[in-house]
């Protein structure tokens, strides 16, 4: 049940963020926004009416919310409005602008959550250094932490997953080569305990509140280019469409971060949040980024694209997002009873 309540707070939060950046955008350029939702159904409750005219409502099933538009489909409400306050009727770049904003939103709020990381939690260093965990043998052989382990076995390291790796392959026994805070190098031989373990982690590093915008500045940047990796990946000979994990997968992992801590959990939000703002990003139709090639072309050509060709085309769009999700869902129940 907690894991349900997770996914759905994390999910909820993310898509409100992205529909609250359209909102936002929408209003400072003149489109006239008829509703704000949290969640999806019927509305429960009507929390607000503003002055231009935006209801702010809360609806029963907690799956994110969205922003109605005037302008993005055919709507009665929409012919009592002035023909500038539709978002059809705006110019090229307002539409980039609007279409855009919600992926923008993800953005921030990932960087937002990393920076939040850094500064409360502190973030693994990538360079040699270690922490040590006390009553083990790494500690009772005199290694301490924020030593940097500069050789194992004889080999060279210059990072954190360097040391690792050459430990995790290690048959017994370490000889190591370690530089301590003070800059004295000096060599240990450590065996691990009974139970295989040798009491090191990597190394964190605490941040002031300056520092953490940069970490949240690199971090969210590590995201980004783990993201691409990852696509880059799908698109080639080893991996492919059935890898791709729906939303039953992802309410399975984010069941099992949530038991992670808050720190994996909220790394896990700001994962999600990413990925769903790069995404909604691609020129694929029925996402905005999809909306946004047309907008590109009204700008390039100065000529709006043929209304019928941009419905025909967003409608395959949703037809064949609908197939994708249906058969990623289908795996993630296949992989679930194989499991």
Known sequence: MIGLIYFLLALGLIVVVHEFGHLI?????????????????PRIKHFHTDKTGTEYSLRAIPLGGYVRLAGE??????????PNQLLSNQSAWVKIKVLGAGSFMNLLLTFLIMTIIAFGFGVASSENKVSVLEDFPMYEAGIRTGDRITEVAGRPTENVDEVFDLIGASKG?????????????????????KEGKYGVTPYKESFRPLQSIEAGVVGTWG??????????LLLGPDYGVDDLAGPLGIFQMSSGVVKMGLQTALLWIAYLSINIGILNLMPIPALDGGRMVFAFYELIFRRKANKK????????????LLGLFIYVTFNDVLRGLAG
């Open 309 to 320: 060709v941009e419905d025909t085309v967003t409608l395959i769009g949703v037809f064949l």
């Open 73 to 82: 489909e055919d709507s009665k409400e929409d012919l009592e409005l002035e």
């Open 223 to 232: 995201l980004i280019k783990q993201i691409f990796m990852t696509i880059a």
């Open 25 to 41: 955008v929408a209003k400072r350029n003149g489109v006239y926004c008829h509703e704000f939702s949290v969640g999806m159904g």
């Open 173 to 193: 026994h370490l000889d190591l080569t370690v530089e301590n805070k003070d800059g004295v190098t000096k060599e240990y031989e450590v065996y691990p305990n």
